[in-house]
């Protein structure tokens, strides 16, 4: 099943951006047609595939104010079935200058529509906050996935995001569901990393992914070098989290 997959949280740090990365690199690795829209004005998604983000013909500013189709701003990558929608600063003025515009909360939706059936995954990296790209990205979004830090102020915050799907759920996109919860930076060795993941488990009715993402050093410096993990160190732990995690991604049946 074709599926547009939103990976959001408001609080930063979580590794909203390095699971989205390495989540589609993982699925085109595993044959997939894959694209990568980076929707954040940090442009961190752009650059940790290896383009500069400042030197973007077309960006995924042009495609949500209207100025160019998608078709103008996706770029290939030189990793095979998988493409990216680079973004960079100029996208923060993205809110202001639409905040007027009518159906502003449907712009990305109406532009990324014809290409669920090109694509198997569309894998949208939202900024880290819950303003106009965000509602835009979960109004085009099957599905949202939650990256949450295994540390206690990580569930800060998470109350108010799955308010906001219901809110955008009740309102803009009837079909929207909580793809998951995907745990990061999760260190087995402490009680705390244990006691949040149990804590989720336990209270939210929410999937929770049985992958968790380690703390893992190869892992944080692979975007650094423009490359995703299984490129830059395909035998490393975070690399086979992962690909462990894609392939759960791939097998969910019950979205």
Not at 4 to 24: D, E, S
Not at 52 to 64: A, I, M
């Amino acid at each position: 099943m074709n599926r547009i997959i939103a990976i959001t949280n408001q609080k930063g740090g979580v590794g909203k951006t390095t699971t989205a990365i390495n989540l589609a690199a993982c699925l085109a690795n595993e044959g997939k047609n894959t694209l990568l829209i980076d929707l954040d004005p940090q442009g961190n998604a752009t650059s940790g595939l290896g383009f500069d983000k400042n030197d973007q013909e077309r960006t995924s500013y042009d495609v949500v104010i209207g100025d160019c189709t998608v078709y103008d701003a996706i770029v290939h990558t030189k990793y095979k079935k998988l493409d990216l929608i680079p973004s960079n600063v100029d996208l923060a003025g993205a809110e202001v200058e639409l905040a007027d515009a009518e159906t502003k909360q449907f712009l990305l939706k109406v532009q990324i529509r014809t290409l669920k059936e090109e694509y198997d995954f569309i894998i949208i990296d939202c900024p880290p906050s819950l303003g106009l790209l965000t509602v835009n990205a979960l109004t085009a979004a099957d599905t949202a996935l939650v990256p949450i830090q295994c540390e206690y102020f990580a569930l800060e915050g998470l109350s108010q995001l799955i308010q906001t799907v219901d809110m955008i759920r009740e309102a803009l996109n009837p079909e929207l569901k909580i793809e998951g919860i995907v745990f990061t930076m999760f260190d087995i060795r402490t009680r705390l990393a244990n006691d949040v993941v149990n804590n989720v488990r336990d209270n939210l009715q929410l999937h929770v992914y049985k992958t968790a993402i380690p703390r893992n050093v190869r892992l944080a410096e692979a975007p650094s070098y423009g490359m995703p993990i299984i490129e830059y160190d395909y035998r490393c732990s975070g690399s086979r989290a992962y690909r462990k995690f894609a392939k759960e991604v791939m097998k969910r049946e019950d979205i």
